[in-house]
């Protein structure tokens, strides 16, 4: 069954460092999203991306965060000069349309920053 | 501005008791909403989804959930639960915008003992 997978499982980084956070969305999927938890916190959205292009954001997702689909396989979320209150994880999803198309999820990438 | 309110952060019920976890949202259309499973090191899956139509949904793995917009509730049963189901399970409502993102509720952790 296909799946969405994340790389890396877990990341640990200094403040201040960036880190690129990585997914391969099922195949013919063409919506992708990001998500986050902070421990013991709600999942929150951060970004939506189709066609290229973000959709929409949320107010969590400043200058310091930035999607890419660079080879049309890959789904990167990139965080610039990663914070204390970074550390979360992160979940991409993909949905093969828009509307009501359920969101496969990853199984996370658990970010640490010192 | 939608939001998801799941009451219980834990509960705990005995194998083969059955199980009701409760969902109440907040959203001024016809909402559409759904209940994801977290099981540890893994990501969200489906369980069931309501767009419209019979306010008694079945999913995936025995459960099922009622509609009730007059109680604004959503809540998730099933009738016998077996040890796997320990879990976290969120449910979740979705924007009806450019998007369809997902609001998640905070979470109930299912624990269940032998």
């Known amino acids: 069954e296909p799946e969405v997978t994340q790389t890396p499982s877990h990341q640990v980084t200094q403040m201040g460092q960036e880190v690129i956070l990585r997914c391969v969305p099922i195949?013919?999927?063409?919506?992708f999203y990001w998500y986050r938890q902070i421990l013991g916190q709600k999942v929150e959205f951060l970004v939506s991306f189709y066609n290229n292009e973000i959709s929409e954001k949320s107010e969590i997702f400043d200058d310091q965060f930035s999607v890419e689909r660079p080879d049309g396989s890959n789904f990167t979320l990139k965080i610039r000069s990663t914070k204390l209150e970074d550390s979360a994880m992160y979940f991409c999803?993909?949905?093969?349309?828009?509307?009501?198309?359920?969101?496969?999820f990853g199984p996370g990438t658990r970010l640490t920053v010192l | 501005a939608q939001s998801v309110t799941q009451p219980d952060i834990h509960i705990t019920v005995s194998e083969g008791a059955s199980l009701e976890l409760r969902c109440n949202y907040s959203y001024g259309a016809t909402p559409y909403l759904f209940w994801y499973v977290q099981s540890p090191g893994q990501g969200l899956q489906l369980l069931l989804k309501y767009f419209s139509g019979d306010t008694l949904v079945q999913g995936i793995k025995g459960f099922e959930a009622e509609f009730k917009r007059s109680q604004s509730s959503f809540n998730l049963r099933k009738p016998s639960v077996h040890w796997s189901d320990a879990a976290e399970y969120f449910c979740?409502?979705?924007?009806?915008?450019?998007?369809?993102?997902?609001?998640f509720g905070s979470g109930t952790r299912l624990l269940v003992r032998p």
């Open positions: 195949s013919n999927h063409l919506y």
């Open positions: 999803a993909s949905s093969a349309g828009r509307g009501l198309d359920e969101q496969f």
């Open positions: 979740a409502v979705a924007r009806m915008d450019s998007s369809y993102k997902l609001i």
